[in-house]
């Protein structure tokens, strides 16, 4: 006899192998993620006029006001133009894929294997993997940056500062809260998602048909937070990043 409740698996799971790699439901939700953003580009990108209508000119005030604050923030156009992709990309890719979290079979269109239920597809961000992935891109540019706005040894010097004891502790402190970055990167983005929808298994197993209802538009919501966050961070820890070094006057 099968017992039916809640079943919450923190893994993804496995609906076999290519070439080698194991492919999971998350991952293959992500390629359909990235085949619905360059589709939706290409479709923008092919219908753009020198007279623009309503939409395109909705969606080119809203991309000229996310890159002018970009610009405010970093101080610099130049580092602006060279950020701007990244952290747009970073945006609309944890956006759908939270959205896309709601979209009818999502969970739910899958096969057997044997008795158990394998979803084909399950929320991109609910992999641990996918969130880490996202952590050192984020991460590595924002390291990459400072490099190339201040040099590879004065920007060394933020963290292995021997001028004093003082200096020294302080350095470590820093060396320590950019390599915890990777963590905080990817479990506050992980643990949001992956409890939004723990909540909603919970809340559609006890009070079906009207609680999950009103909590699906609060992860609506939730979920586009998530990615604004995400990338906002990585904005910010790049300015902080390309900005002087402490004392270097």
């Known amino acids: 006899m099968k017992e039916s409740g809640i079943h919450v698996l923190l893994a993804p799971e496995q609906l076999g192998q290519l070439w080698g790699i194991p492919l999971t439901n998350t991952l293959l939700t992500s390629w359909i993620v990235i085949a619905l953003l360059i589709s939706i580009a290409l479709l923008v990108g092919r219908k753009l006029q020198l007279t623009p209508g309503k939409l395109q000119t909705f969606l080119e005030m809203l991309v000229s006001f996310v890159y ?48 158990e239920f394998l979803p084909l597809f399950r929320s991109v961000n609910t992999d641990l993997n996918v969130t880490l992935a996202l ?92 990615a604004a966050v995400f990338a906002l961070l990585t904005l910010f820890f790049i300015k902080l990043a390309i900005a002087e070094p402490h004392g270097s006057h």
């Open 68 to 115: 002018d604050y970009i610009t405010e923030t970093l101080e610099s156009r130049t580092w602006a133009r060279r950020m701007f992709p990244l952290l747009m990309t970073i945006f609309l890719f944890i956006a759908v894929s939270n959205l896309l979290e709601f979209t009818p079979g999502i969970g739910s269109i899958g096969i057997f294997h044997g008795d």
């Open 135 to 226: 952590a050192i891109i984020a991460v590595f540019t924002i390291e990459i940056a400072g490099i190339v706005a201040v040099g590879f040894f004065r920007y060394a010097g933020k963290f292995l500062n021997f001028s004093s004891p003082l200096n020294f502790v302080v350095g470590i402190i820093e060396l320590v809260s950019e390599l915890s970055r990777f963590v905080s990167f990817s479990f506050r983005l992980f643990g949001n998602i992956f409890a939004g929808e723990v909540l909603l298994a919970v809340a559609a197993f006890f009070v079906p048909y009207v609680l999950p209802v009103p909590l699906m538009s609060f992860e609506l919501f939730i979920g586009v937070v998530q």
